[in-house]
């Protein structure tokens, strides 16, 4: 067999193991969590950064001040790329809560992705107000609209 067409039946078959109810119990609770921990995470993370900026606004005459305006966004899509987009395909608020994000059609969720997948849940919740997030009260996987469109799932990891 070869390799493509080996990957290619991992990746069916792990698809096949997304329609277990097992996979979603507690997952919205678990999601909220998670969102919590990485958000705390990503503020701690930009204060080190927040400084480092400073200090070139010093040595810049203030011009490099400006950065402030991207460096939460900047700092947010590194951390959820790095992490999302890793092996454990999880950041380290999913892992606390024991979730994972997985593609639908079974194939790994690279950093590309990743970073999509922050940056459409971002858009979704800013244009489409908070109320977006009751989606996932209506999809059978849980899902909401982010998860819909660039087909994802978060499920249980154990």
């Not at 790329?81 to 380290?92: E, I, L, N, R």
């Not at 997030?133 to 799932?153: E, M, S």
Request: no cysteine.
């Amino acid at each position: 067999m070869s390799y493509q067409a080996e990957t290619s039946y991992v990746n069916a078959a792990a698809a096949r193991d997304l329609d277990e109810p097992r996979l979603y119990s507690g997952v919205r609770t678990r999601r909220i969590v998670a969102f919590l921990f990485d958000y705390a995470l990503v503020l701690i993370l930009s204060i080190p950064a927040a400084i480092v900026v400073f200090v070139l606004g010093l040595v810049s005459l203030g011009l490099a001040w400006g950065l402030y305006a991207v460096l939460l966004p900047v700092i947010a899509i590194v951390y959820v790329g790095f992490t999302m987009g890793s092996a454990a395909q999880a950041t380290p608020g999913m892992r606390l809560a024991d979730l994972r994000v997985r593609r639908l059609d079974g194939a790994p969720v690279e950093p590309v992705l990743a970073v999509l997948h922050g940056v459409l849940f971002w858009a979704s919740v800013s244009v489409l107000t908070p109320l977006v997030l009751l989606v996932a009260l209506f999809t059978g996987r849980k899902q909401l609209l982010h998860d819909l469109l660039l087909g994802t799932v978060i499920v249980r990891d154990n």
